[in-house]
């Protein structure tokens, strides 16, 4: 077993970068949703609508089947790597954050980004304005994209596979210990792996609600 | 979109109704014995085909809980679970000791095996002592994936370790913390070498591995069928199954086991009868 620092800061790591990548995915993406005409957009909308429920284990099994060695990505050398986890996780907090885009986007007024068009507003200063607007939900996206990736274990097992010192992460460390016996443990990790989503979940409401309040005001 | 989701609502539904059925079905009369076993015993599918026999047989409904030697212990200490199938000898003898279980009795052997990649960088293949091999894969710093958790096969990995006078560590030490299929599959995708049991090794598909040592005096897998200390319905049927899994005719049927699927048998018969 690792140190739980250790396995912390991985678990920050993996967790972290994955949403951050999701971000730079998911709110273009679901910008685009919520703006493209709706004839092109209801099936991609489903698509991601449908992927904000998917089985991280399911992930986790299509992109160890990638990345195996006998797999057509199987060169890069990924599997059982950080950079491994990272893509699985990317690819499960994504359609969260582009689906709740998506949805803050289309809560806004509708006629708000008519009277920015009229206003001389062009493509990317409207999208700027009306994700200013949308702040709100735009930072619940991202806590609940880190919240998923933090928590997840299925695709961080199979495609992190828990190697010691290398991508152990918080979630993989407990099932570990509980299939020794030791909850003792596996309580201590757990809390701390509480205490992590917290702190971070704290720092991003704090801003939310700040947003919020000025948006009132 | 209304047909859309009323559409949805049904494929979940009919996906989860046999589901559900199975529960049902599943908790009979007699409520339920809790079988905890090693995930070695479950990964080489012999209780798949005992237990629904079994079950037949003795109208006991028997759930089984695939651990660690360490958890299947453990949950039989707690008391939650009735009956126990394990691989650790001293560890089991510890439990009886602590007075956690009413009987302990032979059931059945296999043996461990050393496998690895197919170029053998250390050199091990055909080697009859495990503990030499261990040696020279130390020696050479091959690539070896290790289970790293409370199973019976990592007990058994430490001990060849210490007979080889090597205290594992470094870069080409992985541990895995998980079950022997998945180390397996860690072993296979990192070309490393691994301690497995037969059964295990032989069932697990997909292995890019070779057998290379097998056979040695220090290889042997001994299982216990435990029954826990305690009282009621569900004991009764643990006392039923322990007897009843070192009877003659189940005796051979393990004996058989695997004999169609992999060509040799997977366990060795120990009980008395």
Known sequence: MDAVHEVLGRSALVSLTATAIALALGVPLGTWLALAPRRGRAALATVVNTGMAIPTVVVGLVVALLLWRSGPLGELELIYTLRGMIIAQVLIATPLIAGITMAGLQALPPELADQLRALGANTPQLVVRLWIEARVPLLAAAMAGFGHAISEVGSATIVGGNIHGQTQVMTTSIVEQVGRGDFGDALVYAAILLALAFAINALLTSVQQRAAAWARS | ?273
């Open chain 2, 1 to 273: 979109m209304r047909c859309t989701i009323v559409a949805l609502l049904t494929v979940t539904a009919a996906l989860t109704l046999p589901v559900c059925g199975d529960e049902e079905s599943g908790s009979g009369d007699n409520g339920r014995t809790i079988l905890a076993t090693t995930t070695s015993t479950q990964d080489s599918g012999l209780l798949d085909e005992l237990l629904p026999r079994f079950e037949k047989e003795s109208g006991c409904s028997v759930k089984t809980v695939a651990v660690g030697s360490g958890e299947a212990l453990e949950l039989g200490e707690n008391g939650d679970a009735e009956v126990l199938l394990v691989h650790s000898p001293e560890a089991e003898e510890e439990y009886m000791q602590g007075g956690h279980g009413t009987s302990r009795k032979a059931v059945m052997h296999n043996d461990f095996v050393v496998v690895g990649p197919g170029d053998d960088p250390a050199k091990i293949k055909g080697m009859s002592s495990a503990a030499e091999a261990f040696g020279r894969i130390a020696k050479a710093e091959a690539l070896y994936a290790s289970r790293a958790d409370e199973s019976g096969t990592y007990t058994k990995e430490l001990s060849l370790w210490e007979a080889a006078g090597v205290e594992p560590g470094g870069s080409w030490y992985v541990e895995t913390g998980q079950g022997m299929g998945e180390t397996l599959t860690i072993a296979s995708q990192k070309q490393a070498y691994t301690l497995s049991d037969r059964g295990t090794y032989l069932a697990t598909e997909n292995l890019d591995l070779e057998l290379l040592v097998e056979g040695g005096k220090d290889l042997l897998n001994r299982y216990h069928v435990i029954v826990v200390k305690g009282e009621g319905v569900n004991r009764a049927c643990a006392q039923e199954f322990s007897d009843w899994i070192t009877s003659p005719a189940i005796q051979r049927e393990i004996g058989r086991f695997g004999v169609k699927q992999f060509g040799e048998p997977l366990f060795v018969a120990d009980a008395d009868g």
